[in-house]
């Protein structure tokens, strides 16, 4: 017995995987199978968005013993969940695997499809029409063919004993604008993949009035901010704020524009959003040997005073000299709570203070060592002199960064492109044999349209056409439902029809 | 209301007659002459016997005429109301459900027309039509105050995508009514054998091509959605359940489209995903009633 099972073994066990890759691929390949993975992703997505509405409470209200099921409905984060992932990644691999299986078929039909027919095939169609001609076959095709390639359609013949088959399609690439379509879905996927893995989203990112700030993330790019602009209703209501921004990769300035709510500036997979603003103030930092250590504008806007939220305050970091100067501007809202307003600052006035650098990003302000500056007036703040230059704005951006872009943008056109080819241009057939009897020659001809009301609607008018370049009428075979066709119901009294 | 807000309304009032009025006169149609025929027949034992048999035939087709004539009233009145709108307003009125359901009135009587023409099955009517006049009921029971122009909330500021997005789906919506009026026709069609009635085979046709059309469409409002949510808000997708529940309606077409490549599912089983698919359309077009979030128009 041992002995048998070693000897078959490898055999059976290579059959076996053989078997196995067959199932799977068979399972994939099965356009049934994805009905149902299609359905089963839908369900997904119909329960995660009634996550979002009343819709599961209001299920559990009416049978309050469903509402264990209705809570962990609404605890369920489906667009985030395994199962979702997986769900998407089956018809990936689905669609990747009925592609490489229908490819091979189609590209036949395409570029060398069977021309010889049968007898039984033609008088079996739906629908067919026989022309009793008198002429030599070549004559008889070339007026057939006229029709057609008139129509658009490419003819082939073949010589089938003495009788001459054709067989005539229009549109044959249309059966592969499944595809684009289908690779176009994965790539959208793959985009939403590179974006979440490769993106990021920068929220606050501050930019004072003529300055520039680097994106970072190894992006290489940095952003100035020209110019801001406001514009305000006459209740104090802001209608439009813009900043004009020029962006600048490696150093090199690359693209300049407004960004505004609402139009935002891309560049390369980076795009700038307008967000919110302001107020910043230019500081110059000199050290006690006269080197400028620092000249730039403080942005006043991501902090504010601990004991006053009305005050804003920011930091101006001196790296080299291992130092930060925190500074803090007058009450913006002198009426709101201002018993908290305890430095009564003036505009134009500000408070900073030293420390060494990092000590606290939290600016507390309350710090005893603390100076007040003036605009235009140098004043001495340790061993530095800080002159307050003069007042500007920031300007608070949002910066997406999204290497799925490009990938978006070309799986949208592989997307439409593949449902206009379908739907649009779709592949129409026609068989015929052309052959000697008793009673002169006759073609007959065929549509392959089975169940498809719109194909033989096109054979029909191909038949009108017929009818006046071969001088005759066929004997027509109708389908069952005939008088659905204008064409049918114009001609239903004349001969032969 | 400013004179050309008010023209505006009386358009859409105008356009809302004919549409129901037009509902009806398909319906008339649609619903045909229901005759009982009596047989009376002598039997050779000398009995008479009556028979009565229920008879279902077109109605009159001067109905159907009126109702396409009304039709084309219907659309274009709401062309009218659309464009004295979008001049009085400045912007391309989608800023609330009002503005938003004369777009969709307009691309339903659009496509209903192009439906007729192209197949003749004015039964189609009796199904869209009524569709069409509910969804003027609708629009008549909204807030009045939705009728006054009010400036756009920033976010539908964005230019040339925003008539592009809402003009698609519009469209696609109306189309998938088309469908499905197609195949409730169709599962008529095919279990009575109705005389009155196209066959099923064409009515399955009508139905695929309404979805192809409607397809593209409803994939290129998506994609377009995505791409002003991208101007606007920085991502282009957020699982938004406004955006879910349209590609839950996408897919359920998805689903059709694959149920008629099948043998044994195509024809009355994708009669019957058509049927879900406009259940699911009308959820998605209704949607800003079940969730909150970004999409919550003005007034919704
Ligand atoms: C589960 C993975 C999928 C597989 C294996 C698959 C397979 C196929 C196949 C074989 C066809 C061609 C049918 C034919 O021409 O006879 C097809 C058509 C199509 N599929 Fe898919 N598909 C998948 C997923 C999807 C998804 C997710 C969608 C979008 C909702 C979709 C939309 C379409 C469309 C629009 C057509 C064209 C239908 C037509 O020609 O009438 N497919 N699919």
């Known amino acids: 017995m041992a002995d048998v099972s070693v000897k078959t073994n490898p055999k059976q066990s290579r059959s076996m995987l053989e078997v196995a890759v067959d199932k799977i691929w068979r399972f994939f390949t099965s356009v049934r199978n994805a009905v149902y993975e299609i359905a089963f992703l839908t369900l997904l997505v119909l329960i995660g968005t009634l996550r979002g509405s009343s819709v599961p409470q209001w299920i559990a209200d009416t049978i309050p013993a469903l509402q264990p099921l209705v809570d962990r409905w609404y605890a369920w984060d489906v667009w985030r969940s395994s199962l979702f992932a997986i769900t998407l990644a089956v018809i990936a691999v689905a669609i990747v695997i009925c592609t490489l299986n229908r490819l091979p078929g189609i590209w036949t039909t395409i570029t060398n499809p069977k021309v010889s027919t049968s007898r039984g095939f033609l008088r079996g169609a739906e629908t067919n029409a026989v022309y009793t001609l008198t002429g030599t076959h070549e004559d008889i095709l070339g007026s057939i063919e006229r029709v057609l390639k008139g129509k658009r359609y490419r003819v082939l013949t073949e010589k089938v004993g003495d009788e001459t088959h054709f067989y005539a399609d229009k549109n044959r690439f249309s059966n592969l604008g499944t595809f684009p379509f289908h690779i176009g879905l994965i790539l959208i996927l793959v985009g939403g993949i590179v974006a979440s893995v490769y993106g990021f989203r920068d929220n606050e990112f501050i930019i004072p009035e003529g300055s520039r700030r680097n994106v970072g993330h190894g992006t290489g790019l940095s952003v100035e901010l020209n110019r801001f602009r406001d514009n305000w209703s006459a209740v104090g209501v802001p209608i439009d704020y813009v900043s004009d921004i020029t962006v600048y990769e490696d150093g090199q300035p690359v693209k300049s524009g407004s960004v505004r709510v609402n139009g935002p500036l891309s560049y390369g997979n980076a795009t700038f959003y307008q967000s919110s603003f302001g107020i910043a103030a230019h500081l110059s930092i000199v050290d006690s040997s006269g080197n400028m250590v620092f000249s730039d504008a403080v942005d006043l806007g991501l902090f504010t005073k601990r004991d006053n939220p009305d005050q804003p305050a920011g930091v101006a970091r001196l790296p080299q000299e291992n130092a930060q100067l925190v500074v803090i501007g007058p009450d913006s809202d002198p009426f709101n709570a201002p018993e908290l307003d305890t430095m009564q600052l003036q505009s134009g006035q500000l408070w900073v203070s030293l420390e060494s650098l990092g000590e606290s990003t939290d600016v507390t302000g309350s710090g005893g060592e603390g100076v007040v500056l003036t605009q235009g007036q140098p004043t001495r703040v340790g061993d530095y002199t800080v002159t307050f230059e003069r007042e500007g704005r920031f300007s608070v951006l949002q910066v997406g960064y999204n290497p799925g872009i490009p990938i978006f943008i070309i799986s949208v056109f592989w997307v439409l492109g593949g449902l206009i080819i379908t739907f649009y241009f779709p592949h129409r057939r026609v068989r015929g044999i052309i052959s000697d009897g008793p009673d002169g020659t006759t073609a007959s001809i065929a549509p392959l349209a089975k169940r498809d009301w719109s194909g033989k609607r096109e054979f029909f008018t191909l038949v009108e056409k017929w009818n006046e370049t071969l001088g005759t009428k066929p004997a027509i075979r109708l389908p069952a439902n005939a008088t659905d066709y204008d064409y049918l119901r114009a001609h239903e009294n004349d001969a032969g029809i | ?300």
């Not at chain 2, 039509?129 to 609708?138: E, S």
């Not at chain 2, 409803?218 to 995505?226: A, D, K, R, V």
């Not at chain 2, 694959?258 to 044994?264: I, S, V």
């Open chain 2, 1 to 300: 209301m400013d004179g050309l807000v008010r023209f505006s309304f009386y358009a859409f009032a105008a356009s809302s007659m004919a549409i129901i009025a037009a509902a009806i006169a398909y319906v008339v149609f649609g619903v045909g002459r229901v005759r009982v025929l009596r047989q009376t027949l002598a039997t050779s034992t000398g009995h008479t016997v009556t028979s009565s048999q229920l008879h279902q035939e077109a109605g009159p087709i001067g109905f159907a005429r009126w109702g396409l004539m009304l039709t084309w009233f219907g659309m274009f009145f709401a062309g009218v109301a659309i464009v004295t709108r979008w001049i009085a307003a400045g912007h391309f009125p989608i800023s609330n459900m009002y503005e938003y359901s004369l777009v969709f009135l307009f691309s339903i009587t659009l496509m209903y027309i192009v439906f007729e023409r192209a197949y003749g099955v004015r039964q189609l009517g009796a199904i869209v039509m009524p569709i069409a006049a509910g969804m003027t009921l609708y629009i008549w029971s909204l807030d009045p105050n939705m009728r006054e122009v009010n400036p756009l909330i920033p976010a539908l500021q964005a230019g040339w995508i925003m008539p592009f997005h809402v003009g698609s789906f519009n469209l696609a919506y109306a189309t998938f009514a088309v469908a499905f009026a197609a195949a409730i026709l169709f599962l008529v069609a095919e279990r009575t054998n109705a005389k009155w009635l196209p066959s099923a085979e064409m009515l399955d046709d009508v139905a695929f091509r309404a979805v192809s059309v409607g397809f593209p469409l409803f994939t290129l409002g998506l994609i377009l959605g995505s791409v002003w949510a991208h101007d606007a808000w920085g991502v282009y997708w957020q699982w938004d359940p406004k955006e879910t529940a349209a590609l839950f309606t996408w897919l359920v077409y998805g689903v059709y489209l694959h149920t008629r490549t099948l043998r044994g599912w195509r024809g009355r089983r994708s009669a019957y995903v058509l049927l879900f698919g406009f259940a699911a359309t009308a959820f998605t077009y209704y949607g800003n009633y079940f969730f909150g979030g970004l999409h919550a128009y003005g007034g919704v």
